[in-house]
């Protein structure tokens, strides 16, 4: 081993070099593609791929693309090639496994060194000590931070031999593959949760807990039957609607967003600041935030505290904030609020459309004992999905120990075989 002269990687095998990256690579500014004028979306899991194949994974909907323009006058990226994407900071550099073109909006960049191998780097761009070494460059924006090619470009990175960097890029291949798997598998087990828990409180907001009382037809398609002696009612007669709305700077206060709601919860994941001289609703402790934006996430949401929030939620008091949040993430409210939507790039929904559903109310003291009941069932539930989390968290890290440990020459494949 020998001192690389650089501070994020320290030692490297004595054979390996540390080159500048424009010595390396240079960026690509052609536009149109001869071989394929397929537009591809640069992304941090998946890499740059097909704008469809990013729908049909995530189920997503990126901004679309107006069809009117010409894609020749896109920016031509090549397989191999590397993509800066507008959020790199957040996960480095994104490799290309298509032809294509992507918006004139990114950097492209590739591999002009014969004796360097593209997938050993695309292994070394997503490691994390180099992503925060690109972050000591970035350029700060209001929602993010962009790295720059030139910053880049004047990075000292490490090369090895050329056999090894296929050694290396072969084995991270089937060792991250490996883990991915695993990951996948898990992410499925989290998701069969949480439809477990969508169905335990549509269940129980529909049907009760008790199988063995009376029943009568609700009149409500999705709802079906419902016992005997609970009532119908519109949402809009259980609630008063709250528009109160001030500056952040002048409440004081803290501030919830969509991006602190959990979807199909009603749990708040997160809290956050922004920005103080926009106005915001007001919302007191207890009041149900429903989001009118995207209503097929279902992101309804208890306010713990004293706050203000965005304007896409409705603020609502409640005769009962725990029964009106179940009902709201309940199956049938989600798949109806969904249908109702307008627009197509920012789908919502009036929440005068909504306040018109009707929902089932049984009793106070059995609504308390159902409310119990499904908080009972989600805890029990939220501790499995965070078991499962922390395992996702453990191989998360030994991928990221991996690809450090093989792209700085801490370890040599052959001694992992």
């Excluded at 896409?312 to 969904?338: A, D, H, P, Q």
Aim: charged content about 25%; overall charge neutral.
């Amino acid at each position: 081993m020998k001192d690389s002269g650089i501070e994020w990687i320290s030692e490297i095998p004595a054979s390996w070099e540390v080159i500048k990256g424009k010595y390396l690579f240079t960026q690509r500014s052609s536009k149109g593609n001869k071989l394929s004028l397929t537009l591809l979306s640069p992304t941090q899991k998946y890499g740059v791929i097909p704008q469809s194949m990013y729908e049909e994974l995530t189920g997503m909907k990126p901004v679309k693309i107006d069809q009117q323009k010409d894609l020749n006058l896109f920016k031509t990226i090549h397989k191999g090639d590397f993509c800066i994407s507008l959020r790199s900071f957040e996960g480095g550099f994104e490799y290309s496994n298509y032809e294509g073109v992507v918006s004139p909006a990114y950097q492209v960049f590739y591999l002009i060194d014969n004796n360097s191998i593209d997938t050993y780097y695309k292994y070394l761009f997503k490691d994390k000590t180099f992503i925060d070494k690109m972050n000591s460059y970035t350029m700060s924006l209001r929602d993010g931070k962009n790295i720059s090619f030139n910053d880049f470009g004047n990075t000292y990175i490490t090369v090895p031999p050329k056999s090894e960097q296929q050694q290396i890029a072969n084995f991270l291949d089937r060792k991250t593959t490996e883990i991915d798997e695993l990951i996948d598998k898990i992410n499925i087990e989290i998701d069969t949760l949480k439809q477990y828990q969508s169905s335990v409180i549509t269940q129980a907001v529909t049907k009760g807990l008790d199988p063995n009382v009376p029943m009568k037809d609700s009149g409500i398609e999705w709802i079906g039957e419902i016992p005997e002696t609970w009532k119908m009612v519109k949402i809009k007669h259980l609630v008063n609607t709250v528009n109160l709305k001030d500056k952040l700077s002048n409440l004081n206060s803290r501030y919830i967003g969509l991006e602190n709601v959990e979807k199909g919860t009603g749990k708040l994941i997160m809290t956050a600041t922004t920005y103080p001289d926009e106005i915001y609703k007001i919302c007191k402790k207890g009041n149900v935030l429903y989001s009118k934006l995207r209503p097929n996430l279902a992101k309804v949401l208890i306010a713990p505290f004293d706050s203000c929030c965005t304007s896409e939620f409705e603020v609502l008091n409640t005769f009962n904030n725990r029964w009106i949040k179940y009902c709201l993430l309940s199956n049938g409210i989600t798949e109806m609020t969904t249908a109702a939507t307008y627009g197509v790039k920012m789908p919502r929904v009036n929440w005068e459309e909504v306040s018109n559903y009707k929902i089932p109310v049984p009793k106070n003291d059995e609504i308390e004992f159902i409310n119990n009941y499904i908080d009972s069932k989600m805890l029990t539930v939220d501790n499995l999905i965070k078991q499962k989390q922390q395992q996702i968290n453990q191989l998360t890290e030994y991928k990221n120990s991996l690809i450090f440990e093989y792209v700085t020459g801490k370890k040599q494949v052959k001694e992992a075989n």
